[in-house]
Nanobody
Framework: QVRLVESGGGLVQAGGSLRLSCAASGNIFSINTNAMGWYRQAPGKQRELVAS???????NYGDSVKGRFTISRDNAKNTVYLQMNSLKPEDTAVYYC?????WGQGTQVTVSS
């Protein structure tokens, strides 16, 4: 079992930036062998992949955030980050950190127009 603790959400104006962090603890084998990712869920919509990153820093992004968001990972700290730039109102959602079958509690990101 892996515990994930997210931080960094908040309210920002369109065009602004936010940085999310997710610290993992617990099953070290799972942390070291699995990709970590960020998902988001807006009201009335399905949860969708935002970005993921392997331990060797191979990244994958959802089409809607390519060129605006950057995922990174600090293996020494078991932490993954999501730098979000040029935010749009449609980025408003609860953002969840994920590794294998574990999920964080979610952090709200609200982008005002």
């Amino acid at each position: 079992q892996v515990r994930l603790v997210e931080s960094g959400g908040g309210l920002v104006q369109a065009g602004g930036s936010l940085r999310l962090s997710c610290a993992a603890s617990g099953n070290i084998f799972s942390i070291n062998t699995n990709a970590m990712g960020w998902y988001r869920q807006a009201p009335g919509k399905q949860r969708e992949l935002v970005a993921s990153i392997t331990r060797t820093h191979i990244t994958n992004y959802g089409d809607s955030v390519k060129g605006r968001f950057t995922i990174s990972r600090d293996n020494a700290k078991n932490t993954v980050y999501l730098q979000m730039n040029s935010l749009k109102p449609e980025d408003t959602a609860v953002y969840y950190c994920n590794i294998q079958f574990s999920w964080g509690q979610g952090t709200q990101v609200t982008v005002s127009s």
